[in-house]
């Protein structure tokens, strides 16, 4: 008999001990749901955050889309309380997919190359280099990244590691979301007056052939320099199945190397391209 009761009372011990984990580490808020919500964040998260960077612009009515595409729409569709009595918010939204933060799919310039869709996830996600071309760009808006400035970095850093994805830090990322500072131009269609740095065409000949890259990246609105008319850096990259990333937000934030990057574009079955939430990881 006294076995059992012991026995009963291990048990019971037991389940309050986990009663109690459960409860210290539930991701449940704290409050009753009827209660006025918090937008206090759950506490608990298992990554420092001061070590996650956000590389996304927001989208709404100020974000920089390329002078012939449509901008970003977005409306509301229902909003406050319903009719139920408990609060209800919707909205609609489109855009065209090259604009803000946005992925360059590889069959965006490249013939038979990869869609939005199509990139493995593995190649979304990897280690990030950082070449800062800033000061080049303050002396020549049309800058482009040189072979030599990737060579230059290397001496500095090591030769750029497999599967990596190599951002261009142009500096343009301070006239953001200035549309006449960022693109030179801020009337819509006109693509005559575009001024921003970019990539040359011997840097990504030298990427696609003698690197072994998943994408680039940029903090202007293309990776190829503002009056290019042939698109030969997206051709290049494009056609060698590498992405681009365009837009990129706050890249003064990252160390020339060691950070790790995710770049999840929209999911669009056969896109060209797509807004892409990036986050890099601090080392
Ligand atoms: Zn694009």
Redesign the pocket.
Known sequence: MHKLILAIAAALLVVGIVLFAVNRTSHAPEKSVTETPSRTIVEHSGIDESKVIDLTYNFDDSTIYWPTAKPFQWEKESWGKSAGGYWYTAARYAASE?GGT?L?APV?FGEGRLAADEIPLARLVGPVVVIDVSEACVKDADYRLTADDIVLWEKANGQIPDNSILLVRSGWGKFWPDKKKYLGTDTPGDTTNLHFPGISREAAEFLAKQRRIDGVGIDTA?IDHGPSKDFITHRVLNGANIY?L?NVANLDRLPAKGATLIALPMKIKGGT?GPVRIIAILP
């Open positions: 090259h946005h360059d965006h293309s681009g365009e391209g």
